[in-house]
């Protein structure tokens, strides 16, 4: 129910307009293209028709053109929406293992190949 309800709304002012400066709507373009749309999770906002998406698209262009700066926009987003809306994700306490451990599995891989050259694998 509310999800048709949403579809009844009318679009939010700046969802498919963009900002008279254009180096505000550069700006706010950027910014789009690196948040990912909640309802699609495979588009960014700035590519997505659904509603939400245009949601967001407006509320970054308000934001945008009342002075505030990207990161400062991004922040809230992360905060009202979570990491997951981010295409480029903090490292935090909870998620530095993710970006550390692919490099720890390299670093085993090679001296377990290492050893197993050095030791002479080409015996018959």
């Known amino acids: 129910m509310p999800a048709a309800a949403q579809e009844n ?3 939010a002012p ?6 008279d400066d254009p180096a505000q709507e550069a700006k706010a373009q950027a910014l789009m293209e690196t948040l990912r749309c909640l309802q699609c999770q495979s588009q960014s906002i700035a590519d997505s028709d659904a509603p939400i998406a ?10 945008i053109a009342a002075g505030e700066d990207p990161e400062e926009i991004r922040a809230w987003l992360v905060e009202r929406y979570g990491d997951y809306v981010s295409y480029a994700p903090r490292v935090t306490t909870l998620t ?3 970006f550390v451990l692919p ?3 390299l670093a ?5 190949l290492r050893r197993r ?8």
Do not use: E
């Not at 245009?54 to 934001?63: E, F, L």
């Not at 050259?117 to 018959?124: E, K, M, T, V």
């Open 9 to 11: 709304m009318p679009p």
């Open 14 to 19: 700046y969802a498919y307009r963009q900002l």
């Open 54 to 63: 245009g949601d967001m698209r407006s509320q970054v262009r308000q934001r």
């Open 96 to 98: 530095w293992p993710l």
């Open 103 to 105: 490099i720890v599995l």
């Open 108 to 112: 085993l891989a090679a001296l377990l």
């Open 117 to 124: 050259f050095l030791r002479g694998g080409y015996s018959r």
